[in-house]
């Protein structure tokens, strides 16, 4: 998967690189193109706290580092979510996190057009209604092993983690 940044001014070509300084300003949020997908996207500039994977939730705040986002540190914190879209990032590395569109998301077992939900293994979503640990803004589009093993598509408009909705 290659993401292209469709925001020229930043002089940025590829947004699933890893950086060790700070291109943008963290929290910085751009458009960009994914050529797997074909759809454009909402993406966000953030500094890792801790090593990271594509697909992985993670917290957002312009403040501190991005966490990997769990059911049992971050349920009912209204706490924008992000998924990391690079390969891998080490600890206070940068890069974006996808905010918005069709997201390849670290996914237990879940069924298409299942609600996204934080579980205890932090970085991954299920479908499986935990308290406290839905995201709002988000369901899956896919059922787990699409587009890979271990991964699900999920369609996603700035995700905030809020009380299950039944």
Not at 3 to 19: P, Y
Not at 58 to 82: D, E, F, P, Q, R
Not at 155 to 164: A, E, G, K
Request: net charge negative; aromatic share 8%.
């Amino acid at each position: 998967m290659t993401v292209f940044c469709n925001t020229s001014r930043l002089g940025i070509a590829n947004l699933d690189t890893v950086d060790t300084t700070a291109r943008v300003s963290v929290g910085t949020t751009i458009e960009g193109y994914d050529d797997v997908t074909g759809q454009e996207s909402e993406y966000q500039y953030v500094r890792f706290a801790a090593t990271t994977t594509v697909g992985q939730a993670v917290t957002l705040n312009n403040t501190t580092k991005a966490v990997l986002a769990s059911s049992t540190t971050h349920a009912n914190s209204g706490i924008a979510i992000g998924f990391a879209v690079g390969a891998s990032y080490a600890a206070d590395q940068y890069g974006w996190v996808q905010t918005g569109g069709k997201a390849k998301v670290k996914a237990a077992t879940v069924a298409a057009a299942g609600k996204v939900q934080l579980t205890t293994t932090a970085g991954t979503v299920d479908d499986a209604a935990v308290a406290g640990a839905q995201l709002a803004g988000a369901v899956f589009e896919t059922a787990d092993g699409t587009p890979a093993a271990g991964f699900a598509y999920a369609n996603i408009n700035r995700p905030r983690v809020q009380t299950q909705i039944t």
